[in-house]
DNA sequence: TAAACACATGAACAATCATTCATATGTGAG
DNA sequence: CTCACATATGAATGATTGTTCATGTGTTTA
């Protein structure tokens, strides 16, 4: 059975042995691309693109933000944690109330290149 | 309390009416928002990232992705249903084997804009 | 200093999801 | 037609994750 670092990986053997070893050769680390799934993830929920799209036209403050989004405060919060450790968004604290926005505008490309694609069906 | 549909939504009153009510008439509608999250959580998964970056250069059949990725057949057909029903991917049936490839470039500049965005910190 | 407000956070629970195992489908060889 | 190969898929399981509830932290006002 063929093996990888004495794992056997694939039970069959119809490996292109020249188009497999030239991929392998050519594959980002590991790390790069788990790193690129994890940024995906963020936006990979409604509450937080919900979120990320208020954001884009105004800045904001949590309480304001579960007004629109008709969701309470601490499910708002535990969302704008996630957004900012991922650095998508800045907070501002002005006395009581903090205000979030978007962190910069790649955010906004990224959003847009998205909606892009997906209104191309 | 502040309601919304009958609903109480925020314990709190800080609403800024104003902006509030500015954001509400821009928001895109929910089914679009929604749409865009399931998007991204199909891009949210180490397993299909790296799929789709072998993809990117050449086209594959199931054995030798699972060669490449390290996993069992299984794992990987059921991701690459996913990416399949997210029209990330095409599929082109060749005798027994079945070959994967990116459904168009708009996948690659998806994936580049991330990558980029990350190099910025 | 005490109380109220705005927000943050830990624990618990329910729901979602990726992987594995077993098995089914589809194709070509003999 | 039978067998082996390549892939697909349903069910089960373990892990991850979003929301809620309760409570903690930080700030302003009285």
Redesign the interface.
């Known amino acids: 059975m063929?093996e990888?670092?004495g794992?056997e990986?694939?039970?069959?053997?119809?490996?292109?042995e020249s188009?497999?070893s030239?991929?392998?050769e050519?594959?980002?680390d590991e790390d790069?691309?788990?790193?690129?799934?994890?940024?995906?993830?963020?936006?990979?929920?409604?509450t937080?693109?919900?979120i990320l799209?208020?954001l884009c036209?105004?800045e904001?403050?949590v309480?304001?933000l579960?007004?629109?989004l008709?969701?309470?405060?601490s499910a708002i919060s535990h969302q704008l944690r996630i957004l900012k450790q991922a650095?998508l968004i800045a907070a501002r604290r002005e006395g009581k109330?903090v205000f979030y926005s978007l962190a910069d505008d790649?955010v906004r490309?990224?959003?847009d290149?998205?909606?892009e694609?997906?209104a191309?069906?």
């Open positions: 063929p990888q670092n794992v990986v694939c039970e069959f053997l119809c490996a292109h188009v497999v030239e991929v392998r050519h594959m980002p790069t691309l788990f790193e690129l799934a994890e940024f995906y993830k963020v936006f990979g929920d409604s937080r693109i919900r799209t208020v036209r105004h904001m403050c309480c304001d579960a007004t629109i008709s969701m309470n405060q650095r109330q790649h490309h990224i959003l290149t998205a909606i694609h997906l191309e069906r």
